[in-house]
């Protein structure tokens, strides 16, 4: 695939992606990845150290489900949204089939009583495959945030 058609695909992705959290449909978020797949987030001072953990982190599509169950399930947290504001992507190498690529994003959130703030703003960086259906889909999402700081109510995916 040519580098403008990737491209043109990874945004799409990213903006499917980004509709669907900030449409509050969080089912469907988990089916953006691949079955065995990463899901982390972390601030860019622990990526750039390689520290493996994260604030959130999960290693396949399961978990992501058990996620958004607990989200609506079992977890209380002040009603807000998000609204993503994502940049185009910057490709990287193509490695035996996966897209690598970085991709900006800033993230507004909007609580119950109107109030918008900045919550989160950083770079998206993926590895990307096609599955059987030839549909891109994240084998790693590694959401890196530029502060050090995470509000306690780092519910929703970023």
């Known amino acids: 695939m040519g580098d403008a058609e ?3 695909r990874l945004s799409g992705l990213n903006a499917a992606y980004a509709a669907t959290i900030d449409a509050d449909r969080l089912e469907d978020w988990p089916g953006f990845f691949l079955e065995r797949c990463i899901y982390k987030v972390t601030t ?3 990526f750039a150290r390689g520290y ?3 604030i959130i982190f999960a290693d396949n599509r399961a978990m992501l489900a058990d996620r958004v169950v607990a989200l609506r399930g079992a977890n209380i ?3 807000q949204r998000y609204r993503h504001v994502v940049g185009m992507p910057v490709l990287g190498p193509t490695e035996d089939g996966v897209i690598v690529a970085e991709t900006s994003f800033v993230i507004v959130r ?3 009583d109107g109030q918008m703030e900045l919550f989160a703003a ?3 960086r993926d590895r990307v495959r096609e ?3 030839g549909v891109l889909r994240f084998a790693e999402r590694i959401v890196v945030c530029d502060s050090q700081r995470f509000d306690t109510l780092v519910a929703i995916p970023l």
């Open 110 to 112: 909007t609580m119950r």
């Open 131 to 133: 599955d059987a259906d």
């Open 44 to 46: 860019a001072e622990n």
């Open 77 to 79: 947290y002040e009603r």
């Open 6 to 8: 990737t491209l043109f």
């Open 122 to 124: 950083g770079v998206y």
């Open 52 to 54: 493996a953990a994260g």
